[in-house]
């Protein structure tokens, strides 16, 4: 399979909502699209996925990848290997902007999240991020309790 993108077929609401959020109105990464496309982009990551898949009986459990893939950026940043490290956060960011809803929960949540926004010490990783997970990581410091 390749990371070709497909058309969504949400409604015009729902494109009207991605698109004032940054997200790409007319497309959508799937999960296996988002997997090739961060293989093929990063293949540095090959041994994470063929780990994950061999550990998983080839299924994709992708909070748990991107989890894996949030750990490999931070060894990346922490040996000040840029290249691999900007080739793996540009595909995490297409994940959150142009990802269906699993992939961008995923990124979201256990890589942007779970990276600990809050902590002091993760600032300078973070300061690497492209636009869209920096963006990601500010509304969730300023969500709160009722917030749509």
Same mark, same amino acid.
């Given at each position: 399979m390749t990371a070709a993108?497909?058309?969504?077929?949400?409604s015009p609401i729902a494109l009207a909502s991605r698109a004032k959020s940054g997200h790409s109105a007319l497309v959508t990464i799937t999960v296996p699209e988002f997997v090739d496309l961060l293989t093929q982009s990063c293949p540095e990551t090959l041994p994470i996925v063929a780990e994950h898949l061999t550990d998983n009986d080839n299924e994709v459990l992708l909070h748990i990848l991107i989890a894996d893939v949030r750990r490999f950026s931070i060894e990346r940043f922490e040996d000040h290997d840029t290249a !691999?490290? *900007?080739?793996?956060? %540009?595909? !995490?960011? *297409?994940?959150?902007? %142009?990802?269906?809803?699993?992939v961008?929960?995923?990124?979201?949540?256990?890589?942007?999240?779970?990276t600990g926004w809050w902590e002091p010490l993760m600032q300078p990783f973070m300061a690497t991020w492209p636009a869209p997970l920096r963006d990601e990581a500010e509304r969730q410091r300023k969500w709160r309790p009722g917030d749509a």
């Open positions: 993108r497909r058309c969504s077929s949400a !691999v490290l *900007r080739r793996c956060l %540009d595909v !995490v960011a *297409r994940g959150l902007t %142009d990802g269906d809803e699993h961008e929960n995923a990124v979201a949540v256990s890589f942007v999240e779970d």
